[in-house]
């Protein structure tokens, strides 16, 4: 079983709809909570960081983190066609050197 | 803010070359900065930690000769896959994390990668 599990897609969905991306996880140890946007041959790109269970909220996405469930959450409301990328959860505890553990990333396609 | 400069994007050379990637970061300090290795339809893979003034340390399987890591300042670190063959292609990306922004958990910045092929 990987440490952190997330849905490859791909995920098709239509422009204006309100996307979730999910990851689950085993290890009780990671506090800081990820997600990153990549585009296709380029570097992941930093949208949400959290730290701990809670919400965060920042334009258009909103992150959860519920650490008793280990299960967070990315939602996109309005989404639009520049959004469709590939998305990745990663995450990390407080040792460990800052080693993040990403999901495989879900391949979101927000079509016209 | 927290820009990370890649560089080159794109490299194409002969089998038995030697190739050095540029990982800088533009507005901030990094004491740690991460190189990874990303194959097609795949999620990032770390293979070493680099550390300014001191030695990088490899994930296991990754062949330190192989790859040479420098980081020199607290702006820049390299790369260098040396003698490089057909089965080295693939997208190198790295990442820095800010140390100027106090302790511990400053999330990881990334460059935009770059893509060797080896013929």
């Known amino acids: 079983q990987k440490e952190v599990e997330q849905d490859p897609g791909p995920l098709s969905v239509p422009e204006g709809a309100i996307v979730s991306l999910n990851c689950t996880y085993s290890n009780s140890a990671f506090q800081y909570f990820m997600w990153y946007r990549q585009y296709s041959r380029k570097g992941p790109e930093l949208l949400m960081y959290t730290y701990s269970s809670g919400n965060k909220e920042d334009g258009r996405f909103t992150a959860q983190v519920d650490k008793s469930s280990k299960y967070i959450s990315l939602f996109i409301r309005d989404s639009q066609p520049s959004d469709s990328a590939t998305y990745l959860c990663?995450?990390?505890?407080?040792?460990?050197?800052?080693?993040?553990?990403f999901g495989t990333g879900t391949q979101l396609k927000v079509e016209l | 803010g927290a820009v990370v400069s890649q560089h080159p994007s794109w490299v194409i050379c002969k089998s038995g070359t030697s190739v050095k990637i540029e990982c800088r970061s533009l507005d901030f300090q990094a004491t740690t900065m991460f190189w990874y290795r990303q194959f097609p339809k795949q999620s990032l893979m770390l293979m070493a930690t680099?550390?300014?003034?001191?030695?990088?340390?490899?994930e296991q399987g990754v062949e330190k000769d192989k790859f040479l890591i420098n980081h020199a300042s607290l702006t820049l670190s390299t790369l260098t896959v040396t003698s490089a063959h057909p089965e080295d292609s693939s997208f190198y990306i790295c990442?820095?994390?800010?140390?100027?922004?106090?302790?511990?958990?400053?999330?990881?910045?990334f460059g935009d990668g770059t893509r060797l092929s080896i013929l």
């Open positions: 990442s820095a994390r800010d140390s100027g922004r106090g302790a511990g958990n400053q999330p990881q910045h």
């Open positions: 990663a995450m990390t505890s407080t040792g460990g050197g800052n080693k993040l553990t």
């Open positions: 680099s550390n300014e003034g001191s030695k990088a340390t490899y």
